[in-house]
């Protein structure tokens, strides 16, 4: 059996569970800056983190984007559980923040383990708690914050997901995420800059 999987996932379920993902699941090792799921794309597996983060966003019509919340080890996506269940196309852009090793699940075990294991159930019910919980706090965000607001607080999830002070993203990614241009972000950072909350450098931002 993956280490890995009976490290994160070994408190949630039982053995004779455990022993079915690994069996059934196809083990992803994938760089960062690699789509998992695109829109507009079915989704046949459903996600399972072991390692590394994974950023969801959210495209419009005209193919700007929008980040949504961040998957760490031991989660999965409620959206793309939802997608899977009821056999819809993906809304969500899923797209590797650092080198990451995932495991795939077939769609069409998780009805199957919902109403065998009472342990996959609360699985599924807390994992779409936790996201409806991020997306919430993303739309206030969005909502109540300015963006200079906004970008403090991606900066803090950034260091939070990446586990380092030091956050390699250029201007024009940041302003990707936060739907924004590349001027309004360099302007904000280096007003953070003068403020001495973060240090700008040629190749990456620190976090003070």
Known sequence: MNPELKKHYGSLFEPELLQQIDDVST????????ALIKPGQ???SMPLLLSGSIK????DEQGNELLLYYLEK???CAMTMSCCMGTTKSEIHAITETPTEVLMIPIIKMEEWSSKYKTWRNFVFSSYHDRMMELLESLDNIAFNNMNERLGNYLKDKVAVLGSQHIHATHREIAADLNTS????SRLLKNMENNNLIELHRNFIKLL
């Open 27 to 34: 083990l992803l090792t994938v760089v960062e800056g690699t």
């Open 42 to 44: 079915y989704i046949r």
């Open 56 to 59: 969801i966003m959210r495209a």
């Open 74 to 76: 031991g989660d999965t």
């Open 182 to 185: 590349r001027v309004v972000i």
